[in-house]
């Protein structure tokens, strides 16, 4: 059996990007939490007043057997707009940020490059932040798989099906 391996994004709100990963085939599991910034074991109140430096992010668990780290970031750059410098959609702070946190070396080469081959399709450029995982702390436990269990909350049903449906329509060989 592989061993599994592990990929952190910040692409705006948590539960958009979790629900996006979670439809991922060879994702084991999608945490939510906060990383990138100086506070320790950070509460949602203060990522959101923006005090403690972190981004709003998510941790996924993954087989590289069955998916690659490659195929991850194709889907985190399709699935958000890596070019709004600390925004998503109506979601504006620098907790919203884009980053990739890097685990090790390879990923930091790996990532760099890809946005390097990919920046020619982006009429601006991508702010996505590259820099390493220092500390990942997992989210509040309502955080978690919150778009399963708040299906009809209004946030949910505005920004994340559309995310789906990209992500459906630009990596279907992807899909759990």
């Known amino acids: 059996m592989t061993e599994t391996e592990q990929a952190t994004f910040a692409g705006g709100c948590f539960w958009c990007t979790e629900s996006v990963f979670e439809q991922v085939r060879g994702v084991e599991k999608v945490v939510s939490g906060y990383a ?8 949602y ?4 007043r923006e005090e403690t430096g972190h981004a709003e992010c998510v941790q996924v668990t993954y ?3 069955a998916v ?3 195929d991850l970031l194709a889907v985190f750059f399709t699935t958000h707009n890596p070019t ?3 925004r998503q959609g ?5 907790q919203y940020r884009s980053a ?3 685990h090790d070396d390879a990923q930091r080469e790996t990532v760099e490059a890809f946005i390097d081959d990919i920046q020619h399709g982006y009429d601006d450029d991508i702010v996505t932040e590259v820099e390493p995982l220092e500390t990942f702390y997992p989210a509040e436990e309502y955080h978690q798989d919150y778009f399963e269990k708040n299906p009809n909350q209004a946030y949910c049903t505005m920004t994340i099906p559309p995310k789906i449906e990209k992500l459906k329509d630009k990596h279907a060989e992807l899909l759990a």
Do not use: I, K, M
Not at 45 to 48: I, L, S
């Open 36 to 43: 990138g910034g100086h506070v320790e074991d950070p509460s």
């Open 90 to 94: 109506n979601d504006v702070g620098t």
């Open 45 to 48: 109140e203060a990522v959101c």
């Open 100 to 102: 990739v946190f890097y």
């Open 68 to 70: 690659s780290y490659e």
């Open 84 to 86: 709004t410098l600390n």
């Open 63 to 65: 087989d590289p057997d």
